[in-house]
């Protein structure tokens, strides 16, 4: 016969009283510091991220280094007789007061008007497209008019300024919103710029010319930047981009009309005239016209970012890649 195995007899069951016991939870992976309930913004409080002030008077510096630099590159390349650095002293002389116009237009308290990448392919393209087509359509003029082409000067390179700011509003109007005086100032600018580079070239080469020539022409067209191009072709487009964005599209087509009118005639009695009276007239209305759009692109800019207290999160358009104005409720 086959043994049967022995099963050891179990233990009784003994029915406890009471609620069955809980089982344990795992223990859960460590987390970081609990957040402080100071870092937390109270209820119906806003908290915005603010501009660095070193960006928003990065105008002053630019104004300040480019004086400094323009002044030292003068001196070595007089004393070392150096005609490579010609160059050099051409571009900073030339650029130092439009760079500082347009960093103080871009830079409201809040943050950049314009995204930056936006702004240097407006000076780069609005200033080499508006000086060759201005060129090629004023040297057409003076061949079929002669000296009477003069009065298409204005009309011909304020045309032709507009061209590069108008491809912009079609292609990137969402991210410029508000911002028309920017890129209107950044088309001038790069126009001014190597135009100015032009006139200080001939100075020094002409009969009459030389190094002081040049320096006289530098300095002045300088000084006059903020009463020419940037100030005409910054308000036309202020007035373009409001016409696209406002409801009131009879008020926004009368805008436009001013301000492209308005230039032409500015820039035609500057050219026409010899008056010092008349310039300087022409100066204050346009650097006028200037600070004040200038100064509503800001105020605007500033209400379209910051929230109204208590009415709880606003729609921010971030400005730049590297900054965006938020807020919470």
């Known amino acids: 016969m086959s043994e049967q195995p022995v099963i050891p007899p179990q233990a009784p069951t003994v029915a406890r009283s ?24 109270p209820a119906g409080s806003a908290s915005t991220a603010r ?3 070193y960006l928003r008077f990065s105008w002053i510096l630019a104004l300040v280094v480019g004086t400094l630099a323009y002044v030292a590159t003068f001196v070595i390349m007089l ?3 150096n005609p490579t650095i ?7 002389g030339a650029a130092t007061i439009p760079l500082t116009v347009l960093l103080f237009a871009q830079s409201s308290k809040v943050g950049p008007l314009v995204p930056t990448r936006t702004v240097l392919v ?37 045309t032709a300024k507009l061209v590069v700011p108008l491809i912009v509003l079609g ?7 508000g911002g028309g005086i920017v890129i209107g100032i950044a088309a001038g600018t790069g126009f001014a710029v190597l135009e100015t580079m032009g006139y200080g070239f001939n100075a020094l080469l002409s009969r009459s010319g030389g190094l002081g ?33 406002t409801s009131h599209k009879p008020r926004g087509v009368l805008a436009l009309a001013v301000a492209y009118v308005g230039a032409i ?16 007239l022409i100066g204050v209305i346009s650097v006028g016209a200037l600070l004040t759009l200038t100064i509503l692109a800001h105020r605007a800019f500033v209400r379209r970012t910051l929230p109204p207290p208590g009415n709880g999160p606003a729609g921010i358009r971030p400005a730049d890649g590297e900054y965006a104005a938020h807020s919470r409720r």
């Not at 010609?86 to 900073?92: A, D, F, H, N, Q």
């Not at 292609?171 to 919103?177: G, K, N, P, Y």
């Not at 020539?213 to 100030?231: E, K, N, Q």
């Open 18 to 41: 009471g609620p069955p016991p809980m089982p344990q939870a795992r223990s859960a992976p460590r987390a970081g510091p609990a957040p402080s309930l100071a870092s937390t913004p």
């Open 51 to 53: 501009y660095p002030w």
């Open 79 to 81: 004393l070392t007789r």
């Open 86 to 92: 010609l160059p050099t002293v051409l571009l900073v």
């Open 122 to 158: 407006t000076v780069a393209l609005g200033g080499l497209f508006g000086l060759c087509a201005a060129g090629l359509g004023e040297t057409i003029a003076g061949l079929l008019l002669g000296k009477a082409s003069i009065l298409l000067v204005g009309v011909i390179e304020e």
């Open 171 to 177: 292609l990137a109007h969402r991210s410029t919103r």
């Open 213 to 245: 020539a040049l320096d006289s022409t530098l300095i002045l067209r300088g000084i006059l930047v903020p009463a020419g191009h940037v100030a005409w072709t910054g308000a036309i487009c202020a007035a373009l981009w409001f016409l696209v964005e």
């Open 265 to 280: 005639v500015m820039h035609t009695a500057w050219d026409a005239t010899t008056s010092g009276i008349l310039h300087v």
